[in-house]
């Protein structure tokens, strides 16, 4: 297959399965192209969890298209990382046509395409997606029938057991033991639901300045958008450190001198966060990382957590292997992980919104993710707003933070600004980032 027309030029794709190999000639045609075409820099850029070919292609040409006009020096070279994410095709997402991402349906059913994307995502499950849909469809007001729902949603994402493939999903490690399976799997799924619930009405009446009852089988359908966000999030780990990774060391021995600049959306934040745990030993190819609205925990690169001396994160150490800054964008616009991110991963057992008061604030602080308030608890970390870190000279190296909640602003419920990144500001910031000139 062809690989789809970008706005800008030279640019390659690579494209990973869900274990993280990658197609072999696309592969190839990168790693003999770079010389060829004379590139210096080479932009990486990996899409994020509610995502499909179609969505990651227009986002790629839309997000690469000012940066010739930018840096008209420079000889930038750009990649598209494909992975197989999932879109739920309900979930709006600024700046994109109905046809990308719809508006979201007033009950919450499964929509033709979205049964077609759970299909995909999870296959030999149709039976499980067709229970699964019923449910959604009919509503019963029994809470065992909530209970059944969870048991479904958790039997056609397969928590992983506790082993290698664990670390993938982990943010935090306890004493070399990954910290990866979130309390919604394991407890009451009627509970779970009504939290969810909450949080959808408390998300909806912040934007519309009026508020209904929390219907439980709103808070189901967001039990499965979370549950296979969290199967997204095994996947991402797993194709950045034994894919992306792997194909940057490559690219280090057949072109050594060719600076790259990883860049990552949501779950894409985190799968070329990964990549740095995958990079063979001694390579320092990669000159800047630059991670927007990363759905991942706020300690994934601490030695030590806060609330616990015992636990780091799972990347402990890896900003180190950037040849150069690691630049974490967050917006407390980003309503996916400032109320659905440290809800779902540590599920509270309340009943009410994780978006106000002491609840919101206790999970924000333990749970919070990387796009909503930045690195935390890295030593040396420096913040900026946006519009500082345009006028700075970025610090050389470590982790910086910077609040682009000016422009990472619009969306509604359940996800709020999380997508909201087709910005030039952002695009000069990674341009920034890398010292692209």
Known sequence: MADPAMSVTPYWELVFDADGDPDGRRRDRLLAGVSERGVRDLIVFAHGWNSDRSGATRLYDRFFAPVP?????????????????????????????????????????LDKDTRHALLETFPGRAILVDQIARLLEQQPPEEAELEEFGRLVRTLVEVVAPGPQALF?????????????????????????????????????????????????????????????????????????????????????????????????????????????????????????????????????????????????????????????????????????????????????????????????????????????????????????LAEALRAKLPASGCVNVDAAAVVRRGGPPAGAHSDILHEELVRLVLAAGRVR
Not at 331 to 337: E, G, I, K
């Open 69 to 109: 006009r930018l840096a008209p020096t420079a000889r930038v070279g750009y990649v598209r990382v494909l992975w197989p994410a999932m879109r739920f095709s309900d979930e709006p997402i600024p700046d994109f046509p109905r046809a990308v991402a719809a508006d979201a349906p007033r009950r919450p059913v």
């Open 169 to 385: 999903a982990a943010d935090t490690v306890a004493e070399g033991v990954p910290q990866s399976e979130p309390e919604m799997f394991a407890g009451p799924s009627a509970a779970a639901c009504e939290a969810f619930a909450g949080a959808l009405a408390e998300c909806e009446a912040s934007r519309t300045q009026g508020f209904r009852i929390p219907n439980p089988w709103d808070g189901a359908h967001e039990l499965l958008r979370q549950a296979t966000y969290y199967a997204m999030k095994r996947r991402a780990g797993t194709v950045g450190e034994r894919g992306l990774g792997r194909v940057v060391g490559q690219l280090a021995k057949a072109a050594p001198g060719v600076r790259v600049h990883l860049v990552g959306h949501s779950f894409g934040a985190r799968l070329v966060s990964f990549a740095l745990r995958g990079l063979p030993e001694g390579v320092r190819t990669v000159k800047s990382v630059t991670l927007l609205q990363g759905a991942f925990s706020h300690y994934a690169f601490a030695a030590r957590l806060p609330h616990d001396a015992r636990a780091g994160g799972v990347l402990q150490g890896q900003q180190n292997r950037v040849d150069g800054p690691l630049v974490c964008c967050h917006s407390r616009h980003d309503t996916a992980l400032g109320t659905m991110y440290p809800l779902a991963s540590r599920m509270a057992g309340d009943s009410r919104s994780a978006a106000e008061g002491a609840v919101g604030r206790m999970l924000g602080a333990r749970w919070g993710a990387m796009g909503h308030d930045g690195v935390q608890a890295v030593p040396g970390t420096r913040a900026y707003t």
